[in-house]
């Protein structure tokens, strides 16, 4: 239940601190992105990465590059919403069809291997609440209808549970759990790599970034 239950109340986590704290400062929201891409990136190659070459050897690597060139096929549409990039459209109060069904593929696909594997719901847990600040602060921000925003959010908060219950429950998938888990691995490593290795805005080195990256790293390793 657990698997179920968390990435759900990660969720709302984000949007609720939206919505009772309304945060202006962008600094601390990126560098809450920063530990979340560096804690999900050590955790795909601490733990999920060993255990899928371990089981189906070299030929899983085609499945981890089909991940990643998904991952960049979804971005074309999610303009980036996964690594903390979504340019505000006051003008825009249109339902953004396209934003919810590359978001909620995104998701869907994460729930798959976190059955068994508390490591990886940890990461995906730290990774979700920014992600639910920006696209809460999208939606308010758009001034779409509360109805819609709810609606959304609460879409997007079960792709991931109906993710791990569709590998739990449906044999045609159990039996390709490794290669599924492989094109997870590669939307992981494209969107923690994007989060933690572009530019910063000033272009110059990030003391405080570099050390939220060492100490997600630690935890990641530690636990």
Partial sequence: MLYYLTPILA??????FVLLLKPKEQHNLKLLLAFSGA?????????LLPKVFEEKGSNIGLFIMIGILLQIFLEFFSKGAEHGHLHLNKANTLFPWLLFVSL???????????????????????????????????FI?????KWKVIIFLLIFALMTPFG?????????????????SAVVIGIFLHVSTIILFESNEEHRFNLRKLMIIILAVAIAYII
Avoid: M
């Avoid at 609440?129 to 920006?134: Q, S, T």
């Avoid at 921000?141 to 209808?145: G, I, R």
């Fill in 164 to 180: 791990s219950f569709l590998s739990e429950n449906i044999e045609q998938l159990r039996n390709y759990y490794h290669e599924i």
């Fill in 104 to 138: 909620s593929i995104h998701a869907l696909l994460e729930g798959f291997p976190i059955h068994g594997n508390d490591n990886l719901l940890y990461g995906i847990i730290i990774h979700k609440i920014p992600i639910a600040v920006i696209l809460t602060s999208f």
């Fill in 11 to 16: 969720v709302a986590i984000g949007a609720v």
């Fill in 141 to 145: 921000n758009s001034e779409l209808s």
């Fill in 39 to 47: 804690f999900l990136l050590s955790v795909t190659v601490f733990d």
